[in-house]
């Protein structure tokens, strides 16, 4: 299924996965916690699908036992002594719960992360920051398309060079190293004179004249404003909260969270309605478009 | 091909600044947060850090209308780290990437170093995975590449393949292993302590020591070719040097 959420403006998506990680990084919350952690891991497997459970039982779920593991080894706060390790140094409750909740909270950024990577694609990002920082995002845009296109010359390169007998796949080890070595020098000596070929063709359309568009142009049409608007009242709504104490959560000396109350249920409410707004946006499409096909 | 001197051991006011942004602020930055944010809010630390490392790249391009020539050759070398990088992803911290800052570094001066640093940090996170490590990756490749700048520029740091390799080495055992385990430590624990960045350097110490040798490895067979091909570029071309 195609990701609702992407077609919408770049700032859309930038100030929700913005808000989302900021938030996501400071509330250790466990109900908080809890609603970005479900939110982040359902939105990245709808962007990213079968990967992203893969990766997750395979890195997350390690590194979170061993972040859990790693805390209260080297922090001895809490007043909940469980038992002592072997050098004398005690083991608490409190440590080992925070342990937790910080590597719930680091797999989570993670998982925002990734889909802010699925989401935000180099020309969205470029089209937002290349008026503040043209010459950054420039640059930025030209090495991601560089990458591939190095990987691409080296084996023409390669293929000319096998021609002569040159090839990496030919003589004895140290002869293959020597020719890969050289194959990397001719890679470079391309690159330089080609870029400066580039650069030159680049003076001759117009860089860094004024008023110049962007390779994609994205209208902010009225359903991005809704949806703006919507993202800016819940952030305010949890902000609001935040300054009032309602998420705040304090591992040491002894766990104290704070009380709920109804004040806070609806910042629970705003930070879940937050989180799971993509996925929302994507179940509501998909729906919309069942509606329209039954009609045909 | 004879070595040219740099003639002008100045530095100018535009790397004074940026010299003391990065070896002063950033580092003042973290400390602030270990000592009085009590290290709980080291994803906020990080953001900072990223954003000063974006600003002497603001101090050098966006002030001045760059050429499109400087712009490409920096994006051509931080293309040639990420390209190393991922073609040496089977062989952990086995990689050139340092390599390649250093000697951008040295023949471009030490803000195209810290560009090409972070920019290959960067967008080579594009292709590995982003997460909160990518400033810390950032600050440490530019910031070698920065500090190679000036040490050649001061006359410390010859083009010699002898001398890159020594401080290739030793700039990536102790800058880049010194920042990055005290950015791990403060991405895996939440509270700072002695005892805890201690084990990390322990931890660390062979991933480092492998990364060290990478580093010096490829010095000694790339820089000599590619500090010839990048000077030979320069003259062509008449490149970031005459501009100033």
Known sequence: MKDAFSTFHP?????????????????????????????????????????????????????????????????????TILFYLKNGNPITLESILYGIAAACMFVTVILWFSCYNAVMTSDKFIYLFGRIIPSLSLILSMVLRFVPRYAAQIKVISKAQKCIGRDVSQGNILRRAKNGIHIVSIMTTWALENAIETADSMRSRGYGLPNRTSFSLFCFDNRDKAVLTVIMGLVTIVLAGSAAGENTMRFFPSIKAAKVSFSAIIVYCAYLILCILPAFINIMEGVKWRHIESKI | MPEHKPTDKRMSRRTLLAAILILFIIPGTILFGVFFLNDRKYYFISLLIIMYTMLPFVMVFENRKPQARELIIIAVLAAIAVAGRAAFFMLPQFKPVVAVVIIAGVCFGGEAGFLVGAVAGFVSNFFFGQGPWTPWQMFCFGIIGFVAGILYKKGILKKTRLSLCIFGGLATFIIYGGIINIGSLLMFTSQFSWKALFATYISGFWFDIVHAIATAFFLYIISQTMIEKLDRIKIKYGLIEDVN
């Not at chain 1, 990680?21 to 709808?46: C, D, E, K």
């Open chain 1, 11 to 79: 700032i859309v998506n930038f100030a929700y996965f913005t808000g989302v990680i900021l938030f996501g990084m400071f509330f250790l919350h466990p109900i908080l916690l809890g609603i970005a952690m479900i939110s982040a891991f359902t939105y990245s497997v709808m962007l990213n699908g079968k990967r992203t459970i893969r990766i997750n039982l395979f890195y997350m779920i390690p590194m979170m036992l061993l972040m859990s593991l790693l805390n209260p080894a080297f922090n001895h706060e809490g007043k």
